[in-house]
């Protein structure tokens, strides 16, 4: 309202105060409610809607848009209303109340309307102002919030899923996707929204929340929609994009940290084992590895896994962190996954790559040092001393030798160790180190064991600090050449015709000690002797006859398994 006219008003109001002054010249005005927020106030050609109710100086009621149960709507200072309310309408705010008195001049004057309002009646009237548009207006876009990040925006023909709360302009509630507990979800720009909302999405981020002022002509017009929204509404929509994709849409990368050294890379057919979080568009989390302290263990490009991930995970590197982002069609599609994922949901996965191994994979060994001149390497049945550090491929340590007292000690070939390690160590020589990638078919298989993963590929760092040479398998001692012609007189010491366990001991530590033969190695000598010595008292009666000693290579001709 202009200052002239509001000293007009109050002039008027204290005339009232004082007696009547007689006919009133102009429309009287009396704001009693004032919103404290006015974007905007009715102007000459404006669209308004609005509720009154009509009554005489007397309070008899003439009319009410209250009573028919719907607003008036028009357009302000083209003649359609009575000049008073024409008059008297402008200048509102959305929300603001008013009480108008309308003199007869400016209302039905002299003729009145027959059977409703009597000639020269001057015309009380209580109005709320509801809407305001005009036919030049254009969507009214307010940024609420915005991530930091958005590295993609919405455009025709995107699928978006948000939510909203609809109102009319007037603060009134039409429609709320927050009370169905579901996003909205549409395409964009292909007609399926009223032209305002396919216009008002356009340019968002996921996770951006908006203010989306619609005028009628880009809602529901002249019809509305049902009994919420009426004729001529402008709509505001308080809009947050929970996140929204394109059909051609194939899976984003985004490579998040990548180990400076990867010699290899993951293909279709290798077993990888990672961890992950898998969160919605809008940041929401629905499934986490971490949560269940084990990572996710699968074959990549065999459909296992959704086909987004199936594609996200080619060509990743041991120890890479990588975000996977999979539209719906490449995940879990129009209907979703359980009460976690909702249909037609985009998928963020941010991957680490823990370690991964093909089936067909055999030891990896690199040798970080060998001695000059090494002529003797170990082979199978060898004993071999070792140190060992044990690990996984993302530096986990699992064991060390280098913690107890003594270097490690096994019997190549023995199946004392793991094949991955056995491998490892053969063809070795003394002092030197090695770094073994051992695959779970050679470590511990998919079970894993105490401290180590089902599936885990291992990282041994080896050293062979020392090597016997072993015996066959099967063989507690044997020659070195061939065995003496007449072994059983000459084994029988003192020529009694009998062989007990002591001249049989002394014997055979003889023979080791002058180079004829050697015994198995990695256990007490005198153990072993004790254990030849029973294979040959067939009787177990203390002494071995001339009948009872018999040779390896005669036990196994005869299909005996007991040896010397």
């Not at 009380?124 to 009214?140: A, C, E, G, T």
């Not at 049945?381 to 490690?408: A, I, M």
Request: charged content about 25%.
């Amino acid at each position: 309202m202009s200052p002239g006219s509001l000293v007009l008003l109050l002039s008027i109001l204290g005339a009232l105060g004082l007696g009547d002054p007689g006919p009133l010249e102009d429309v009287v005005i009396d704001r009693y409610y004032i919103p404290k927020i006015c974007l905007r106030e009715v102007q000459m050609g404006d669209f308004i809607r609005y509720h009154y109710n009509g009554t005489f100086k007397d309070g008899k009621k003439f009319d009410s848009s209250y009573d028919r149960g719907a607003t008036v709507a028009g357009v302000v200072g083209v003649g359609r209303l009575i000049t008073g309310m024409d008059r008297g309408l402008q200048g509102m705010c959305v929300n603001e109340r008013r009480h108008l008195i309308v003199p007869p001049h400016l209302g039905y004057g002299s003729i009145g309307v027959a059977g409703l309002i009597p000639p020269d009646a001057t015309l009380y009237f209580d109005v709320i102002m509801l809407d305001i548009w005009n036919k030049d207006d254009k969507l009214q876009i307010t940024t609420l919030s915005k991530p930091e990040h958005c590295n993609r925006t919405v455009e025709n023909s995107d699928f978006v899923r948000y939510h909203y709360n609809g109102t009319l302009l007037d603060g009134t509630p039409f429609d709320s996707s927050y009370s169905k507990d579901s996003t909205y979800d549409t395409y964009v720009g292909t007609g399926w929204l009223i032209k305002g909302m396919d216009q008002g999405l356009l340019g968002m981020c996921a996770g951006e929340k908006r203010s989306i002022i619609i005028p009628p002509f880009l809602a529901y017009g002249e019809k509305g929609y049902g009994t919420v929204i009426p004729p001529q509404a402008s709509l505001v929509f308080s809009v947050l994009l929970v996140d929204f994709h394109n059909p051609k849409d194939g899976v984003f990368l985004e490579h998040l940290e990548v180990p400076a050294s990867c010699k290899r890379r993951a293909v279709t057919g290798d077993f990888v084992r990672y961890h992950y979080n898998g969160t919605l568009m809008d940041g929401t989390l629905f499934d986490s590895s971490y949560s269940r302290n084990h990572t996710y263990n699968t074959y990549i490009g065999k459909g296992y896994i959704i086909p987004g991930m199936d594609q996200g995970l080619q060509g990743v590197c041991v120890g890479e962190r990588r975000r996977v982002v999979v539209p719906p069609h490449l995940a879990y599609g129009e209907n979703g996954a359980g009460n976690k994922i909702p249909g037609s949901a985009v998928l963020i996965f941010d991957v680490h790559i823990i370690d991964f191994h093909n089936p067909a994979d055999p030891v990896e060994i690199e040798t970080v040092y060998r001695p000059e001149g090494c002529n003797i390497t170990t082979r199978d049945r060898d004993f071999v001393r070792y140190h060992y550090n044990c690990s996984l491929l993302d530096g986990t340590k699992l064991f060390s030798s280098h913690d107890y007292e003594k270097p490690q000690e096994v019997t190549l070939g023995a199946n004392k160790v793991i094949e991955g390690l056995n491998s490892g160590l053969l063809n070795m020589c003394t002092g030197e180190r090695r770094v073994l990638i051992i695959p779970p078919h050679l470590g511990h298989g998919e079970s894993g064991a105490r401290g180590v993963p089902g599936s885990a590929v291992l990282r041994f760092e080896v050293e062979l600090i020392s090597m016997e040479e072993g015996v066959p398998e099967g063989y507690l001692f044997i020659w070195h050449g061939d065995p003496p012609a007449s072994l059983y007189e000459q084994m029988d010491l003192n020529k009694d015709g009998e062989i007990p366990a002591d001249e049989f001991s002394t014997f055979i530590k003889t023979q080791v000690a002058e180079g004829k033969g050697r015994l198995m190695p990695g256990s007490d000598p005198e153990k072993v002797i004790a254990d030849m010595f029973r294979n040959q008292d067939r009787n177990q009666d203390g002494k071995i006859t001339s009948e009872e000693l018999k040779l390896k290579s005669d036990e196994d001709q005869e299909k005996i398994h007991e040896e010397l």
